[in-house]
């Protein structure tokens, strides 16, 4: 037999139930605590940084070639020798240029022949004259002949000495002491008179060489200080300076020139490896100069232009929405008219998740 309890029972027992039930599932919330990125607020131009790609290489590249046409019959340098100044590199089979020299040899022979027949007949018909049996028209062209032919023979002396400078041509000597750092050229090699044949590393200090952009060319000046890195040296960082600067640019690649030498190079440095070079512009910094944040960390809403900033409350950060007044936009961001001062933190991302006063830990 199935018994009823009342209506009234019934409804006390499922709220107690209840409240025992909300009881014990009764669970206390964590705060989240957004991470952000942020930036120190600073002056346009306290202490801006700009890094540029260079090259390493030693101040004195020198490219080897002929100054001469003809097939490259010896080629006696290879990857990474070392060369004494003088020392004969290459050598042509320039047949044309020897068989000029031998042409220029035997014209001067024959020039020398003509003007000492002349001297022969220049002094006969002086003396002849001098007796009054030759007239001083045949002596003043007796004169004129000679002299004719000792201007050939001196014309033949200077063709010789240019053709057996052709020959020579034809020869390779180093120019300089140091390490061939590339052969671009093949024994049996038809070459050109300046096609480069090999590269001559005669440096003794190295250098980085790169390409200034026109936008900072007049930031930077001859003896500044900058930081170099390269990949291949790790955890290293070299100081240098600017030894060159170009004042007209290199219309392949749209840049300016530079030089930058490192105070103190290592063995570990080789020519050819990719460096890094960074600029610390207007080292001098202007109190004078507007502040800059950078554009994606300004929001904006009914009110106007605003940022997130950072303040600390005992162990915690917090946001802090912060109305700002803006003015003129560049590359590096907003100048703030009114709102900031330098030092202070300010968040630059993910301004449309933030709240006014929320928890977050900096990144």
Known sequence: MIRYLPFRKITVLTALLGVVA????????????????????????????????????TEKIINLSFRNTGILMQLDIRLGQSVKKGQLLGKLDNVESRLNYERSVSDLNSAESQMNTAKLSLDRFRVLYEKGSASLTDFESAKNSYKTAQQSYESAKRSVSIQQEQVNYGYLYAPEDGVITSVTAEVDENISPGQTIAVLNAGTEMEIAL??????????????????????????????????LSPAVDTNTATYPTRIKLDEATEEIKTGMAASVTFELDENKNEGNALRIPAHAVGEDSSGRFVYVIVEEGEKSVVKKNPIKVGSLNSDGFEVVQGL???????????????????????
């Open 22 to 57: 909300c009881g014990g599932e009764k669970q206390v919330k964590e705060e989240f605590v957004r991470p952000v990125e942020y930036v120190e607020v600073s002056y346009d131009n306290g202490g801006k940084e700009r890094t540029f790609s260079g090259t390493a290489r």
């Open 211 to 244: 390409g200034l952009p026109e936008s900072i060319i007049n930031e930077v000046h001859l003896e500044m200080p900058v930081r170099i890195t390269l990949p291949s040296v790790a955890e290293k960082t070299f100081m240098g300076k600017v030894t060159e």
């Open 341 to 363: 001062k330098v030092g202070q933190r300010i968040a630059t991302a993910g301004l449309q998740t933030l709240l006014d006063g929320q928890h977050v830990s900096l990144q």
